[in-house]
């Protein structure tokens, strides 16, 4: 669910709640091990677009990245 309203932000191009509701799944992936959340959260980062131009949204696709390679 928080990689869905993440992805709602990013939709809406809204980088404060695609970056709230991201890191909120990047830490739930990190707690649970859970590749679905990780998996979800690599297609969030194929939607990024313009908003990878946003300082914070640049740092969440740095996490997200890191969180597959764990």
């Not at 309203?5 to 890191?23: C, F, H, N, S, T």
């Not at 979800?40 to 914070?56: I, N, P």
Request: proline letters at 1%; hydrophobic letters at 50%.
């Amino acid at each position: 669910m928080l990689a869905n309203l993440a992805a709602i932000g990013v939709k809406r191009k809204d980088p404060e709640q695609a970056v709230v509701y991201a890191r909120k799944a990047i830490h739930l992936a990190r707690e649970s091990s859970s590749g679905y959340v990780a998996r979800r959260l690599q297609a969030l980062r194929m939607d990024f677009g313009s908003l990878a131009r946003d300082v914070r949204v640049a740092e969440l696709d740095a996490e997200i990245k890191a969180l597959s390679v764990n």
